[in-house]
């Protein structure tokens, strides 16, 4: 197997690591570890799936980076979080490597960083790039403000979907709920919460419950949404134990990294078949190109689309096929 870049440049003997803790900043859940003492990586993460990936090999888990002799930020897809990374890295770390893909823009994080700091020792290799610095106040401005309310009236803060503006597949979902909902709804990927006060205004909703894996993402629907009925979940949407709902709404994710995936949302379709009563229903919203067809005529005895535009369908799912 090819060595990473991070192998390739601790091998070839380009970067010299110091002794001491060595922490590992959002990596995915492949991340090549094989070059670092094991004993002193942690990981530092905010995605459920990849932090019970992380905690199943044996490795200690944070959400909070803490002083460390190594900070490696392996660069996310979002500019602004990885600038934030960044910037964190600097802030506890005595070097800091930072680590991705071109497609993730670290060619541009990498220009900015030598527009401060001059040449960086750098290895380009599979597509992407690593280089590596001692930690600096240069980037303080980088550094992620707490969540704060947008134009449109949430708070959102750097790295969760849809920051900037309410995600129209998700407004297009809320105005076509009906005027009744079953007792106990849940939302599947809940982000930062935009679905929540629509299926609280509707009449019969008894509880509600916020699943949602990424960390930045439930930190935001905290603050956006304080209606006594919600409770909040940081867990993988897909793998959940627990009680069953009568109804859930959702808009699935569909990308890994910035490679459309429609898998994902499948596995959500078929997840959400799993968790609702024989009674249960679900309502989403899902891009108009995706093939969810199939899934959902797998999982679901009933299946409709009930509207949509150009852009995006929706579909209205019942009772739900419990040997999915």
Request: aromatic share 8%.
């Amino acid at each position: 197997m090819a060595q990473s870049r991070l192998s390739t440049a601790i091998t070839d003997g380009l970067l010299i690591l110091p002794e001491g803790r060595v922490a590992l900043m959002r990596p995915d859940a492949t991340y090549d570890v094989e070059p670092l003492p094991r004993d002193a990586v942690q990981i530092v993460h905010g995605f459920y799936p990849d932090v019970t990936a992380w905690q199943g090999a044996g490795f200690p888990t944070s959400q909070d980076l803490t002083k460390t002799a190594v900070a490696i930020v392996v660069v996310p897809r979002a500019k602004a979080l990885a600038r934030a990374m960044v910037a964190e890295a600097c802030k506890h770390a005595d070097l800091v490597i930072v680590d991705g893909q071109k497609t993730d823009g670290v060619d541009s994080l990498f220009k900015a960083c030598r527009k401060e700091l001059g040449n960086l020792p750098s290895i380009t290799k599979a597509h992407g790039r690593i280089f590596w610095f001692a930690t600096t106040d240069a980037f303080a401005s980088w550094a992620a403000p707490e969540p704060a309310k947008g134009p449109h009236g949430y708070f959102t803060t750097a790295g969760v979907f849809s920051d900037g503006a309410i995600d129209a597949g998700s407004a297009l979902l809320a105005d076509a709920l009906p005027p009744k909902l079953p007792a106990r709804m849940a939302d599947f990927g809940a982000g930062w919460g935009y679905l929540a006060a629509p299926v609280l205004a509707r009449a019969g909703v008894t509880s509600l419950d916020l699943i949602e894996a990424e960390a930045l993402s439930l930190k935001c629907a905290r603050l956006n949404v304080t209606d006594p009925r919600v409770t909040f979940q940081w867990a993988d949407a897909t793998a959940l134990d627990g009680p069953s709902y009568d109804g859930i709404v959702m808009n699935p994710p569909f990308h890994a990294g910035r490679a459309s995936d429609p898998s994902l949302g499948r596995t959500f379709i078929q997840a959400a078949a799993r968790k609702l009563v024989p009674h249960g229903k679900l309502w989403m919203v899902a891009n108009r190109h995706l093939p969810y067809e199939d899934a959902l005529a797998e999982s679901f005895r009933n299946v409709d689309t009930i509207g949509g535009n150009g852009a995006f369908k929706l579909i209205h799912a019942s009772r739900p096929n419990r040997k999915v």
